[in-house]
């Protein structure tokens, strides 16, 4: 299995639409768990910290799942401004240096 | 919101020249990183440093790859002799802890291109 793998999309939605992506991890050991965004030929920015069985913020929830070492990522009300690239992340087998996934690419559109 | 800073925004370099790319991590932050991202590729690990020392490093971070602290600001990231596949995104990301609620906060990043 891939350390971390997402399904690439693109997952076109329109405003207003609840979109929820997908993520699984091969780490059994991993503790913490984050979701960053992607902005095209921009840095990651955090979206999620995600520890114990998830968390919410807002718009975005984000659910934990050690069992089936899967992860996942809602956002309700989508927006134009939640376009871009959602990549999971998680902390290398050997320490804490990040290991992300390939990204999962939303588009939301008027 | 303090952010980390990088230099140059673009770097284009002949193959085989050494290139020094640039970062400002965040002031109270103790734990730096870089990675780096080919075009339509995923984001990499490269190093991280901790204490003037490197703490970890990927497969890719060979003996052409050095990082250094020089003062009390700067963390730099040299490639001795650059190839055409180094072409990437190099992002810096710097992080107060290791705790989960300490995440790490990436720079916008340095466009390195080799002809």
């Known amino acids: 299995r891939k350390e971390v793998e997402q399904d690439p999309g693109p997952f076109n939605v329109p405003e207003g639409a609840t979109v929820a992506f997908n993520c699984t991890y091969s780490n059994s050991a991993s503790q913490s768990f984050f979701w960053y965004r992607q902005d095209c030929r921009k840095e990651p920015k955090l979206l999620m910290s995600v520890y114990s069985s998830g968390n919410e913020d807002g718009r975005f929830t984000a659910q934990l799942n050690r069992a089936s070492q899967y992860i996942s990522l809602l956002i309700r009300d989508s927006k134009l401004s939640d376009s871009a690239t959602y990549l999971c992340?998680?902390?290398?087998?050997?320490?804490?240096?990040?290991?992300f996934g390939k990204g999962t690419s939303l588009l939301v559109t008027p | 919101e303090p952010e980390v800073t990088q230099t140059p925004s673009h770097q284009v370099t002949q193959m085989g020249q050494e290139v020094i790319l640039r970062c400002v991590p965040i002031s109270n932050h103790l734990y730096f990183y870089w990675y780096r991202q080919i075009l339509g590729q995923k984001v990499e690990f490269l190093v991280s440093f901790y204490n003037n020392e490197i703490s970890e490093k990927s497969e890719i971070f060979d003996d052409q790859f050095s990082v250094e602290r020089p003062d009390g600001s700067n963390f730099t990231l040299k490639i001795r002799s650059t190839k055409l596949e180094d072409s990437a995104m190099y992002f810096c990301?710097?992080?107060?802890?290791?705790?989960?609620?300490?995440?790490?906060?990436f720079g916008d990043g340095t466009r390195l291109s080799i002809l």
């Open positions: 992340v998680v902390p290398l087998r050997d320490g804490y240096a990040l290991n």
């Open positions: 990301a710097s992080s107060e802890g290791r705790r989960v609620d300490q995440p790490q906060h």
